[in-house]
């Protein structure tokens, strides 16, 4: 590899590092001093730009809590239906919501480009999404893992029973953070969670 195509591979895998300022000032002037001089980097530059900002208006549209504001929605009010004397049952009320049996684990896959968009895309300060992530994963009690089997009815029962709600998930890899409603109860709803099928492994964020 001559000299110029060596430099422009350094350039192009600074690039990203250079869009989201993390470089540091030596790096950065030398991605400078090659965009001064050669027009096709500048484009290259213009384009990826581009590119980052719209990847981040998609994920600030696109705020993860938004659907799972919904599905806690529809947990209450099932919980309120529990009151009546001819109520559904979970699996009838998940059907109705599109939760059918077949569908599975299918919203946690449909939770991963939105997460994996937060951790790759250059982070702005005031990002709703990102700050959303945040907050919710320190507020949150309980980490759980669930089984790629686990659907979504399943999983509202099992936490309904424990009195827990989601505040963040599903991860890329079947995560949701989870707040108990009394801390005090924080272990025993990790051992419960631990002996159900539907959970690999319970991680506390915070002690009792």
Known sequence: MDDKAQARASFRAALPFYINGTLAADERAAVEAFLA???EARDELAFAQALAAAARRHVEERDPMAGFAQFQQRLAAARADEQKPQRRGWREWARSWGFSP????VIALLG??????LGLLPRVADEPATRSLVTAQRAANLKI????????AQLAE????QRCQIVWGPGSGGEFWLVVDDRKRIEAVRNALLGSN???????????
Do not use: H, I
């Not at 077949?102 to 684990?105: D, M, N, S, V």
């Not at 539907?198 to 009792?208: F, I, Q, S, T, Y």
């Open 37 to 39: 001089n050669d027009a």
């Open 102 to 105: 077949a569908l599975g684990f």
């Open 112 to 117: 991963l480009q939105t997460v994996m968009n």
């Open 145 to 152: 893992v669930v089984r790629a089997s686990t659907n979504m």
């Open 158 to 161: 099992l936490l309904q029973g």
């Open 198 to 208: 539907l959970v690999d492994d319970v991680l506390v964020l915070e002690a009792p």
